[in-house]
């Protein structure tokens, strides 16, 4: 009777204990504990592939930067020699017409714009996935918890089978019944560990931080968002908002510039210079102008070529702007769908299902109900507890996907 009444005291501690504590928070743990805003920042800071993007807005500003007022002169001399010897020497400077150093300028400018829209639209894709990888890690973390307490307990009640078969209060069949149950947990907490491992080295991953770290999620899920949500609205939002929409509508101002460049470059360039010539002990000056004449050379190729690209410009922003459409939709109906999951597991839900296993374990301690029903009751609590931590994950993840088909945090839509 004492065993019965020290196995169910601590049963019935636990379970309040993780009906009071599991859906709130997550357990500290002693290492390198970080949360989901600490997480996300780590990786905007040292993600590999943000870093090496940064790069290349630097090299677009270069590029920029590196376009020349004027191009430079150049400078000619020969001589010969002989009884008449003569020396010339030449500078001239070639001036590009058409505005064709604008239109340079404006495609360096643009692309400058455009390496920025890559970077803003790389952020979004690796806060996705860090806010996914860290609510990937909250759920193992929850589950391991609970886990790990369900081996105490089926410990626990492996231990009073045995007393009560020894006693000939049962059979062996629900000793061996009891000892499946403990290995079972056993189990589940071997793969949960594993699979912690794999969260936190995805984690690491994307932080840039040391990939055999052991960081802790802490923080727990957000509160459930009570902000009413309208489709169009988010369809909007999002064709207003996606950075790598922007970026692909850049391409056609883009390729307009260099249309305007080919058409601009068939316009030959002016070259201007001045002569100094020396002969037979006499000096004159004179001045030198050249054209080219575009008579078979009319840059045809670059012209027809930005012609036709602006086609597939525009064809790739229509495609774009369908495939943001389907996301939106897409992740606002697995949002609606995990909502209504998880509504299933109110608090009414969780505390009857606590107060069932209270009540089975003091039928059991007062000999009124057999340890089958003690183990299948705890099962069931088990079952249902992981399924609501699923349920919360589930839900938490079809904002993250929302969000980032959205292009922003669902608290700035209008």
Request: with cysteine.
């Amino acid at each position: 009777m004492k065993i019965r009444m020290r196995f169910t005291i601590t049963i019935i501690g636990i379970c309040f204990i993780t009906f009071i504590v599991l859906p709130i928070t997550v357990a500290t743990a002693q290492n390198e504990e970080i949360t989901l805003e600490g997480a996300i920042q780590a990786a905007l800071r040292d993600n590999p592939a943000l870093k090496a993007i940064r790069e290349e807005v630097k090299v677009a500003q270069a590029q920029l930067d590196g376009i020349p007022l004027l191009s430079n002169p150049k400078l000619e001399s020969e001589y010969v020699s002989g009884l008449h010897s003569e020396q010339i020497f030449e500078l001239s400077k070639t001036f590009e017409l058409g505005g064709q150093r604008g239109y340079r300028i404006q495609i360096a400018k643009t692309n400058l714009e455009k390496v920025n829209l890559e970077l803003t639209n790389k952020s979004r894709l690796v806060t996705k996935s860090v806010k996914l990888a860290f609510y990937q890690l909250v759920l193992i973390q929850e589950k391991l918890k609970l886990a790990k307490e369900i081996i105490k307990h089926n410990q626990e009640m492996y231990e009073m089978a045995q007393f009560q078969f020894e006693a000939g209060d049962i059979s062996v069949t629900q000793v061996g019944l009891a000892n499946i149950q403990l290995q079972s947990a056993r189990r589940e907490v071997a793969t949960l560990e594993s699979d912690l491992q794999l969260a936190q080295l995805e984690l690491n991953g994307l932080m840039g931080t040391k990939l055999d770290g052991t960081p802790t999620a802490i923080g727990g899920y957000p509160k459930k968002s009570t902000k009413k949500m309208n489709l169009d609205t988010l369809k909007t939002h999002a064709l207003a908002h996606r950075a790598d929409l922007k970026s692909l509508k850049l391409n056609v101002k883009l390729t307009e510039s260099s249309y305007r460049l080919a058409r601009a470059s068939n316009i030959p360039d002016l070259n201007i210079g001045g002569i100094a010539e020396r002969s037979s002990g006499k000096l004159g000056f004179g001045a030198k102008l050249s054209l080219p004449l575009p008579l078979f050379d009319r840059n045809r190729s670059e012209i027809q070529s930005a012609k036709a690209q602006k086609q597939v410009d525009s064809i790739r922003v229509s495609n774009t702007e369908k495939q943001i459409t389907r996301e939106v939709i897409g992740a606002f109906v697995a949002l609606n769908a995990t909502e209504k999951n998880l509504s299933f597991y109110d608090d009414n839900l969780l505390k009857l299902l606590n107060d069932n296993l209270t009540l089975t374990l003091t039928a059991y301690d007062l000999g009124e109900a057999e340890l089958l029903e003690v183990i299948l009751m705890q099962s069931e609590y088990v079952k249902t507890q992981f399924a609501y931590l699923d349920a919360l994950a589930a839900y938490r993840k079809a904002i993250v996907e929302l969000e980032a088909a959205i292009g922003t945090s669902i608290d700035l839509v209008q």
